[in-house]
């Protein structure tokens, strides 16, 4: 299972849109859902070695085609949370 695939199952708080501009009407049919998620990104230490992970934050736009397919447009409002530390 691809990463970004598992950002959109652990989403939540998912809040719907309607079109704000005529020129997504083509891509987004359907509208666009916004969803808040999380994710880590591992660091590694000289010898290639997992030592921690910095978590973020951020919110996922996901268009909704005229065929009902949801799709991943974009990550936005990407911030780390500093207050959690996770070790290895």
């Known amino acids: 299972m691809s990463s970004g695939r598992r950002w959109i199952e652990i989403a939540t708080n998912g809040i719907f849109e309607n079109n704000r501009k005529a020129m997504h009407g083509r891509d987004a049919k359907n ?3 916004r969803y ?3 994710f880590a990104v591992p660091i590694f230490n000289e010898d290639g070695e ?3 992970y910095n978590i973020f934050k951020g919110r996922l736009l996901i268009r909704h ?3 009902g397919k949801k799709y ?3 990550v936005l409002e990407i ?3 500093t207050s ?3 070790q290895a």
């Open 65 to 67: 085609a005229s065929s």
């Open 36 to 38: 808040e998620t999380r």
């Open 72 to 74: 991943l447009y974009g």
């Open 31 to 33: 509208g666009w859902y």
């Open 84 to 86: 959690k530390s996770c």
């Open 50 to 52: 997992v030592v921690r």
């Open 79 to 81: 911030k780390k949370e």
